[in-house]
């Protein structure tokens, strides 16, 4: 019986683990034992042959009815043709040249066998071309053909060289090695939520005799996942809590007053119960590791600010991390205003109470960087707004005390540590997002940080009516979009429009790549301005901005639009975040279909920021009844970014929750599905918790510190430390 770590080579032969290995990533008989089956054939609800799919691979049981050889090429080239029936239908399989032999003496009329291959069409009928077959036993016990019918037969993620029977007899191989397998959960876990042995869930997910053992073994391997998982993150939470902080105490009377005391409205009750969770972790002297997450426009800015103004006010700095130079200024530019004398510390006409709030970017003067690096090391400088400029060696601060990190999923985890690493002791942390996520996946992503959720807008915004145009069967919807655009310009309002390509020459392969795929390429921002300028907005201030401009060009085209000198800014995605101009009422999105759905709830999120009520119109020549079409319908059917950030991640299924957050690459989760399976997260946090409370080393679970090293190989431990 080989040991679980035992490479398959030795168990199956060299040319069958060649392929496991290359094409299923599959090493050791452990590795094989956890790839299960992804779905149950029953053999009477396998493919009927009346219905079968074309240009799909299929797995069909039949028997041969006939066969024949025919001849072609004045005699030179043979042809071997066997029709099989399965009662609903017949179907043809045939077989060319030398691959005739064994198929011609295996398949005699009134064989039964499993066929499998790709459907295709020929003459008019469907047929399976050089198809694989396993023949099944022909024993004339009636019970036992019977048996055999009601069988259920694993199908497994198959690959290109192994079907997915050749992968069953594989497992079957490697299954009396099942008992080996050490079980991570503990005894106590395991009796309390009823859950069945490791060994046992491996037996009856690979060979399962009736529908209740499938059930029986998922609920076992879903646990395990899910526990492994929140260990990990429990683990790691618990390590931040042994890690020295510098408390930062509120001071009464000092900047965060004074600021608050200038707001010209009163903060949301949602922003209220955040910040003070907010001060409360401060006050402490652990690091602060909390994920703030609001709607679109729900005021997290705000939050993160009046953070920082307490840190000051303790004696510290607050950083702000951007993800482009484009929000690091808006964001500069709103705190400034924002704070008005407060942010001229120092400064003539400043207050007395104020600081210095500096900008430091990639792309400024070397004067201008000069002093902020200066300010930032003397301490003059209170608050610092910028990029990945902010990491870069030479960047001294006097006391780093909160690191605020705007948009998560776009920084590397390499360079959160880089900021961190440049206080004396690890500052707090506050990452805030507005690309919701629902909660489940908060748990697994983000478990590592305590999150914060702003579900309330604040007074004063509008709603946003979403309408999709559907360009190609209605052209003059299209038409009226337009119009609308000049309308609301025509009130004094402002206008986006966004495309998802710059079409500057630069992203010609994008473009090729369109054209090979028999798809026009993605509408570009240079080409649209000036159809638009030309066409349907003639007349009109319409300027261009996209991320390859010159930053000082994005920069001046950014001021005069907020400024209200341009009518209608045709742009990419640089827009997408942070950007907040409350006079722009309307946005159209061009080929609407090419994004996401968060993406085009966060792109909406950017009108309606003021009094007047904002529309955003989805142009797409999606086909009414394809998937694309859908996603847009649901952007439109509802604003809510978490309801949103569902439908998303269940269209791009999970891929994988700890690698690519945001890719569709083959899981770790195996069985685990973040959405429907919240209970089961939800549980496994609350056990993972407890575990780790009363044995952080695990010292009295080897199993499960077996398990957890497997799970977390060096890659995904670090993007798991998303702190």
């Known amino acids: 019986m080989p040991a679980l770590d035992a490479s398959l080579k030795n168990t199956l032969g060299a040319p069958t683990a060649k392929v496991l290995a290359e094409q299923l990533d599959l090493h050791t008989v452990g590795d094989l034992l956890h790839h299960y089956p992804r779905r149950y054939a029953e053999r009477g609800e396998l493919t009927p042959l009346a219905e079968l799919p074309l240009d799909e691979h299929v797995t069909v049981f039949a028997r041969v009815a006939d066969a024949r050889v025919l ?207 907010i001060f409360d972790e401060l006050a402490t002297e652990h690091p602060m590791h909390r994920l703030l997450q609001g709607e679109v426009g729900s005021g997290k800015t705000l939050v993160a600010l009046r953070a920082m103004l307490a840190v000051v006010d303790a004696g510290g700095q607050g950083a702000m991390l951007a993800p482009t130079e484009v929000l690091a200024q808006q964001h500069h530019r709103s705190i400034t205003e924002m704070m008005g004398e407060l942010a001229e510390g120092g400064m003539i006409g400043g207050s007395e109470l104020g600081t210095k709030v500096v900008l430091l970017t990639g792309s400024m003067g070397v004067a201008a960087r000069r002093r902020a690096l200066l300010d930032l090391a003397t301490g003059e400088a209170g608050l610092v707004i910028g990029t990945h400029a902010l990491i870069e060696d030479k960047v001294q601060f006097h006391d780093l005390g909160l690191v605020v990190v705007d948009e998560q999923h776009r920084f590397g985890v390499e360079q959160r540590d880089a900021l961190r690493g440049k206080g004396k002791q690890p500052p707090h942390l506050l990452v805030m997002t507005a690309t919701p996520i629902p909660r489940t996946v908060a748990m697994t992503v983000f478990g590592d940080l305590e999150t914060s959720v702003l579900d309330q807008l604040p007074a004063g915004r509008s709603p946003i009516a979403t309408h999709v145009v559907p360009a190609r069967d209605k052209p003059h919807f299209l038409s009226r979009a337009w119009e609308r655009v000049r309308e609301e310009v025509g009130q004094g309002h402002q206008a986006y429009v966004v495309c998802p390509r710059i079409g500057d020459g630069e992203d010609e392969p994008k473009k090729k790549q369109a054209e090979e795929a028999d798809k026009r390429p993605p509408l570009a921002v240079v080409e649209i301005t000036e159809q638009l300028t030309r066409g349907p907005l003639t007349g009109l201030r319409v300027e261009m901005l996209h991320g390859r401009m010159a930053p000082d060009d994005k920069d001046a085209v950014m001021r005069r639009f907020s400024a209200g000198e341009v009518d209608v800014l045709v742009a990419t995605t640089v827009i997408e975040v942070g950007v907040n101009v409350p006079n722009a009422t309307v946005m159209v999105i061009m080929d609407a279909d090419r994004f996401g759905v968060s993406q085009l709830h966060q792109l909406r999120g950017r009108v309606g920021r003021g009094s007047a009520p904002g529309l955003c119109l989805l142009v797409s020549e999606a086909h009414e009844a394809g998937p694309a079409r859908a996603r847009l319908g649901a952007v439109a059917d509802t604003l809510d970014g978490f309801e949103l950030s569902r439908i998303d991640l269940e269209q791009r299924r999970e891929g994988d929750v700890l690698g690519q957050a945001q890719s569709g690459v083959r899981s770790s989760l195996r069985m685990l599905a973040v959405i429907d399976d919240e209970e089961v997260i939800a549980a496994a946090r609350e056990e993972a918790a407890a575990v780790v409370a009363a044995d952080p080393g695990l010292t009295h679970l080897p199993e499960l510190r077996i398990a957890l090293d497997a799970l977390l190989d060096q890659e995904r431990e670090q993007y798991l430390d998303k702190g």
């Open 71 to 277: 001849t072609f090429n004045q005699g030179r080239g043979k042809r071997l043709e066997v029709n099989i029936t399965d009662g609903s239908g017949r179907l043809q399989l045939v077989f060319f040249g030398k691959g005739i032999h064994k198929p011609h003496k295996d398949l005699l009329p009134g064989r039964r066998a499993m066929f499998a291959g790709k459907v295709s069409r020929f003459n008019q009928k469907l047929q399976l071309a050089h198809p694989t077959y396993e023949l099944l036993d022909d024993d004339t016990d009636a019970g036992t053909v019977e048996a055999w019918a009601n069988e259920l037969i694993p199908v497994y993620p198959a690959c290109k060289g192994l079907e997915s029977w050749k992968i069953a007899k594989a497992v079957d191989a490697v299954l009396p090695s099942a008992p080996e397998a050490a079980d991570p959960l503990p005894p106590a876990l395991r009796e309390g939520r009823g859950l069945t042995t490791l060994p046992d869930a491996l037996r009856k997910v690979h060979r399962p005799q009736t529908k209740a053992d499938i059930r029986t073994a998922r609920d076992r391997l879903k646990w395990d996942e899910a526990f492994v998982l929140q260990v990990a993150l429990a683990r790691r939470r618990h390590a931040e809590t042994q890690l020295p902080a510098v408390a930062r105490k509120p001071v009464p009377g000092g900047l965060l007053d004074a600021f608050d005391a200038t707001l010209p409205f009163t903060l949301t009750e949602g922003q209220q119960k955040v910040s003070r969770e």
